[in-house]
């Protein structure tokens, strides 16, 4: 049964579609509404899902489509852009709060990567996809998501450092 | 699991290449989530715990599905509209039953008016005999 399959197969990668959402979008509310959609879309292609021979790299690709769609129609709402840049600086003290805490630290230099590092990151060293399932999902060849990769971890690195050696915790 | 320290900043440079395997990934994780790592490393530490952290977290949201539709649903439709047609056909008779309730009681009380008057008409027959028997009687005077 098609329905058995998506409780049994699909909603169980619902945690891992949010995850990644929330890193492409970096906002929480438009990872939940991405999550949701996407678990629709494969509601609806439940029938078909049978042949699909890696379902989680499947989501993943389109989690990954649907965020892409996400932020590119964000770039028209400008309005929307600056009511939620003004929300971020009404909440300076709390972010203030939260850079201290040495793990948070670690997302605020993930967020500042560039949109495909934070993606490749977030799939190989959180979901732990294996290189070639992340040249299926992001569509890149295996140099650029080791280059990507590598980039990405270096620049976490040497930010982490940085703070280390100013002492700002 | 003891590590020696040359091993893990091997595994680490491999790391930042983006060379290292799944297998010597899950190598760091361990080592770093065990608490028990060299103070040298404690940047790479954060990293890691981070990792660790972030891979528990779950969808806050609830997954909310169009409602399946199967034979069921369309037994439901056709079950309701059997109770509902069920139902008016039944109001109806109980309707038509209650006029023809009305009728036999205007019946009878007609019928019980009209029995009264023919039951004093007869009363009042009774009576013209009487009238009858005297103009027999006022003919044969007359002759």
Known sequence: MASEFYSTEILPLQDKIFRFSRRLLSSETAAKDATQDVLLKLWKLRDQLNEVKNIEAYAMTMTKNKCYDV???????????????????????SSQIEARDE??????????????????IQLRDIEQFSNKEI???LGMNSTSVRVALSRARKKIMSELKKTADYGIR | ??????????????????????????????????GHYDEAFKEYALLFQFFEAESGTQH????????????????NIAASICIIIGALWFYQYQVEQEKLAEARVAFEKTQNALNLISLNMNKGLEKLEYVEVFSEKKNEILK
């Open chain 2, 1 to 34: 699991m003891e590590y020696d320290n040359k091993y893990i900043r091997h595994l680490l440079q491999l790391y930042e290449e983006g060379e290292s395997s799944l297998e010597q990934e899950k190598e760091l994780k361990a080592y770093f989530s065990s």
């Open chain 1, 135 to 137: 040249e299926d999902i």
């Open chain 2, 60 to 75: 806050p949201g609830e997954v909310v599905l169009p409602k399946q539709k199967s034979r069921f649903s369309w037994m």
């Open chain 1, 103 to 120: 793990v948070s630290l670690v997302a605020k230099f993930i967020e500042a990567l560039p949109e495909q590092q934070r993606a490749v």
């Open chain 1, 71 to 93: 932020i590119k129609s964000k770039h028209h709402k400008t309005l929307e852009l600056v009511h939620s840049n003004y929300t971020n600086e009404s909440s300076s003290l």
